[in-house]
């Protein structure tokens, strides 16, 4: 029977992985990662979640094409040299179709609650928000309980409509982050955390 202490290291030792083995992850591996990232707390208990699963090379190289063309239009508006923006360009698509699995987490609206005012509406949007964060953080220590590495990717963010349009999914979906889910090729030391009295406040 695993102890607190086995519980507390399990959850120590997730790591953000990048690099992955190219041995495919069975459909019924990530029918478990994502069945328990629906077990995440959520505002209402709506469960705005939603999660786009990509396995197939021909749509992942789709999606990081699209991607990268308004990554481009970003960087050099950044003025970054070309080279420079060629190097960035290139690493995100290598990441992107070398992961085993790419899991595009997004947002749906449509079951949260209406306010007639801005300042109700903008905390129901990050309430929704902040509950897709939830499941995002389980699928991720669910991956890791199955011995697969994880990271979590921000870019979609920067090109919602660009990733639904790649994607072909509804406007209601949108696009908050990227997971790239596969066993790693190795696992990255620890990196340091704040301690404790830097980041809390007991009252």
């Known amino acids: ?7 507390h290291s399990f959850l120590r030792t997730r790591r953000s992985i990048r690099r992955f083995k190219t041995d495919l992850v069975p459909d019924s591996v990530l029918r478990d990662i994502l069945h328990t990232a629906t077990y995440a707390p959520s ?3 709506r469960q705005p979640w939603r ?10 190289k789709h999606l990081s094409d699209a991607m990268a063309e308004e990554f481009q239009r970003d960087l050099e508006k950044d003025n970054l040299p070309p080279d420079e923006i060629k190097k960035r360009i290139n690493k995100s698509r290598e990441r992107i179709t070398g992961a085993p699995v790419v899991i595009i ?3 749906d609206m449509s079951e949260m609650d209406e306010y007639p005012d801005t300042r109700r509406k ?5 309430i929704a928000t902040q509950s897709a964060a939830n499941a995002g953080m389980q699928l991720l220590l669910a991956a890791h309980a199955e ?3 994880g990271v979590w990717v921000c870019s979609p963010m920067f090109a919602q409509d660009t990733v639904q349009e790649a994607l072909n999914i509804s406007k209601m979906w949108e696009p908050q982050a990227m997971f790239l889910l596969g066993y790693p ?3 990255p030391a620890f990196r340091g955390r704040k301690v404790l009295e830097e980041v809390v406040k007991f009252i």
């Open 1 to 7: 029977m695993p102890t607190k202490e086995d519980f």
């Open 105 to 107: 987490l997004c947002v």
């Open 51 to 60: 999660f786009i699963v990509l396995t197939d090379f021909p749509a992942k």
């Open 43 to 45: 505002a209402h208990n």
């Open 185 to 187: 090729v190795e696992i």
């Open 147 to 149: 011995g697969l590495g």
């Open 122 to 126: 903008k905390a129901e949007y990050i």
